[in-house]
């Protein structure tokens, strides 16, 4: 019942990300329709090109579906949005699809086509009248298991900002939210069966091939009535907001995304994408207008900076560093975002445990969590234990960040690497280690802006002045409890705030 009233309460907006969902399935199994039919049929042809080629669309299906997003990203005309997530969803559905072609013209019987041939049939009628005909239950059945894939692979897109129901998962795994992991996954689900039973019904008909044309005609139909119409009247004088992927990213994007609404100018949300190489990426190139960032983040993990201990010393050595990039480096929000290790109360009683550099004598049989992204950061794992001498007993253990304070929770970890606002600390009673060798530099939170961006939207740069100062720490660490520990919107929580700014 309470997930029923949970998807009664969110029926707009799930309906918009399934009509997102459909249209990134549909349009991307048509397009590889179009190009494994046609390659299989040449295949067949040229067999010793044959080999090479499915070899090589086999090689694609063993790569990671977020490794095969991320390289993606990286050319400039994909970027982030709805055209690298068809690519990877075409690249993904094409094995099954030629594969299925090819196996299925060669397994046209030989006296058949020798039959055709001999009532004077070209090439061309014999393929259109007998060995596609006779090919196309096989060929069908490819469409179908590369049509089912697509459906689930496609929750995947959300981390791209491609949206569809994947948005949902991603924010249920953040905030540790079973009701939105189902929204989404149900629907997901349900779609899949959905296509699995059209496409059966089609093998099955007396005449596939019309069948397959009428669903054909019914798919295009379909994606132009779902085709997400999202807020703002002019995607091309939208403000493009972004925000990482965790909690309080999204709020921040939300609260920047409403305050600019406040003053009249439409925005684009591209929330909840990936970590902090794929948003600056992403900002250079002009495909966000905007997002938060944090100083000591900029500093040492996007410009390779030493790491700096004076905050307003790094807020200019950022502003310095981002201006030679095309982008400009707001005032800070309020609140200094810091890393924080973490551990159970009654493991600091236990261990004695009130700063890291307590850690050393114990470090080898602890347990420790962490995200993937501190162990690759310059001011992440490696300098840290350089700094205090840790020695740890086993590799840490990677997870995504909304699985960090649960995973404690549940003594599967003894230690975890955090944030100072992290709503759930508090809520949870745990205890942050205090940083008394000042490893960490500030990360002070500030609006970061494509200066091209601040030239094409009037106020937005005012937009973002707005919030310098309004947001301190006690404020995020109330805000990011709210979505994480009492489950509510991270929209909702964000509206109360800037309301309370007027």
């Given at each position: 019942?309470?997930?029923?009233?949970?998807?009664?309460e969110?029926?707009?907006?799930?309906?918009?990300?399934t009509?997102?969902?459909l249209v990134l399935v549909?349009?991307s199994t048509a397009?590889?329709?179009a190009?494994g039919?046609?390659l299989?049929?040449l295949?067949t042809r040229?067999p010793?090109?044959a080999?090479?080629?499915?070899?090589g669309?086999?090689l694609l299906q063993t790569?990671?579906s977020?490794?095969?997003?991320?390289f993606?990203?990286?050319?400039?005309?994909?970027?982030?949005?709805a055209?690298?997530?068809?690519?990877?969803l075409v690249?993904y559905?094409?094995?099954p699809?030629?594969r299925?072609?090819?196996t299925g013209l060669?397994?046209?019987?030989?006296?058949v086509v020798e039959?055709a041939t001999g009532?004077?049939m070209?090439?061309w009628?014999?393929?259109?009248?007998?060995?596609?005909?006779?090919?196309?239950?096989v060929?069908?059945a490819?469409?179908r298991?590369?049509?089912?894939?697509?459906?689930?692979?496609?929750?995947?897109?959300?981390a791209?900002g491609?949206?569809?129901?994947?948005?949902?998962?991603f924010r249920g795994i953040?905030?540790?939210?079973?009701?939105l992991?189902?929204?989404?996954?149900?629907?997901?689900?349900?779609?899949a069966l959905?296509?699995d039973?059209l496409?059966?019904s089609v093998?099955?008909s007396?005449?596939p091939?019309r069948?397959a044309?009428?669903?054909a005609?019914?798919a295009?139909?379909?994606?132009?009535?779902s085709?997400?119409r999202?807020p703002?009247?002019?995607a091309s004088?939208?403000?493009?907001?972004?925000?990482?992927n965790f909690?309080?990213?999204v709020?921040?994007?939300?609260?920047l995304a409403?305050?600019?609404e406040s003053?009249g100018l439409?925005v684009?949300?591209r929330?909840?994408?990936?970590?902090?190489?794929?948003?600056h990426?992403?900002?250079?190139?002009?495909?966000?207008?905007?997002?938060?960032?944090?100083?000591?983040?900029?500093l040492?993990?996007?410009?390779?900076?030493?790491v700096?201990g004076?905050p307003?010393?790094?807020?200019r050595?950022?502003r310095d560093?981002?201006?030679a990039?095309?982008?400009?480096?707001?005032e800070?929000l309020g609140f200094n975002n810091?890393?924080?290790?973490?551990?159970r109360p009654?493991?600091a009683?236990?261990l004695g445990?009130?700063?890291?550099?307590?850690?050393p004598?114990h470090?080898?049989?602890?347990?420790v969590g962490?995200f993937?992204?501190f162990?690759?950061?310059?001011?992440?794992m490696a300098?840290?234990v350089?700094?205090?001498g840790l020695r740890?007993?086993?590799p840490?253990?990677?997870m995504?960040l909304?699985?960090?304070y649960?995973a404690?929770?549940?003594d599967r970890?003894?230690?975890?690497?955090?944030?100072?606002?992290d709503?759930?600390i508090?809520?949870?009673?745990?205890?942050v280690?205090e940083?008394?060798?000042?490893?960490f530099?500030p990360?002070?939170?500030?609006p970061?802006?494509n200066t091209?961006?601040v030239?094409?939207h009037?106020?937005?740069?005012?937009?973002a002045?707005?919030?310098?100062?309004r947001i301190?720490?006690?404020?995020?660490?109330r805000m990011?409890?709210a979505?994480?520990?009492?489950?509510?919107?991270?929209?909702a929580v964000?509206r109360?705030?800037v309301?309370g700014?007027?």
């Amino acid at each position: 019942m309470d997930l029923l009233r949970f998807l009664e309460e969110r029926r707009t907006e799930l309906l918009f990300l399934t009509a997102q969902h459909l249209v990134l399935v549909l349009v991307s199994t048509a397009v590889a329709v179009a190009i494994g039919v046609p390659l299989g049929l040449l295949l067949t042809r040229r067999p010793r090109l044959a080999r090479a080629v499915l070899a090589g669309t086999s090689l694609l299906q063993t790569i990671p579906s977020l490794a095969l997003f991320g390289f993606l990203i990286a050319i400039p005309f994909l970027g982030i949005g709805a055209p690298t997530a068809i690519v990877a969803l075409v690249l993904y559905a094409l094995l099954p699809i030629l594969r299925n072609t090819y196996t299925g013209l060669l397994q046209v019987d030989p006296a058949v086509v020798e039959a055709a041939t001999g009532l004077g049939m070209t090439p061309w009628q014999r393929l259109r009248m007998v060995e596609l005909p006779l090919a196309l239950p096989v060929i069908l059945a490819g469409v179908r298991i590369a049509a089912v894939v697509s459906v689930g692979t496609a929750t995947i897109a959300a981390a791209v900002g491609a949206g569809g129901l994947g948005t949902y998962v991603f924010r249920g795994i953040a905030t540790l939210d079973t009701r939105l992991m189902l929204a989404g996954a149900i629907p997901a689900a349900i779609l899949a069966l959905l296509a699995d039973a059209l496409l059966a019904s089609v093998e099955r008909s007396r005449r596939p091939a019309r069948a397959a044309a009428l669903l054909a005609l019914g798919a295009v139909a379909l994606v132009a009535l779902s085709l997400p119409r999202g807020p703002g009247n002019d995607a091309s004088r939208a403000v493009v907001v972004g925000s990482k992927n965790f909690t309080e990213q999204v709020l921040l994007g939300e609260i920047l995304a409403q305050v600019l609404e406040s003053r009249g100018l439409a925005v684009d949300r591209r929330l909840n994408l990936g970590g902090t190489s794929l948003c600056h990426a992403a900002l250079r190139s002009g495909q966000l207008d905007a997002y938060v960032e944090y100083t000591g983040t900029a500093l040492v993990d996007v410009l390779k900076r030493p790491v700096a201990g004076d905050p307003a010393a790094v807020l200019r050595a950022v502003r310095d560093g981002y201006a030679a990039l095309g982008l400009a480096v707001g005032e800070p929000l309020g609140f200094n975002n810091t890393f924080a290790l973490v551990v159970r109360p009654e493991t600091a009683a236990r261990l004695g445990l009130r700063r890291i550099s307590d850690l050393p004598p114990h470090a080898g049989s602890l347990r420790v969590g962490l995200f993937g992204e501190f162990l690759e950061r310059r001011d992440g794992m490696a300098g840290l234990v350089e700094a205090y001498g840790l020695r740890f007993g086993t590799p840490p253990r990677e997870m995504d960040l909304g699985l960090l304070y649960p995973a404690l929770a549940q003594d599967r970890v003894d230690l975890v690497v955090g944030s100072a606002t992290d709503g759930l600390i508090a809520a949870m009673g745990l205890v942050v280690l205090e940083d008394d060798r000042r490893y960490f530099p500030p990360y002070d939170a500030v609006p970061v802006m494509n200066t091209e961006a601040v030239r094409r939207h009037p106020g937005l740069e005012e937009a973002a002045a707005s919030l310098a100062g309004r947001i301190d720490e006690a404020a995020m660490r109330r805000m990011n409890q709210a979505v994480d520990g009492e489950h509510r919107a991270p929209a909702a929580v964000a509206r109360e705030f800037v309301m309370g700014l007027r």
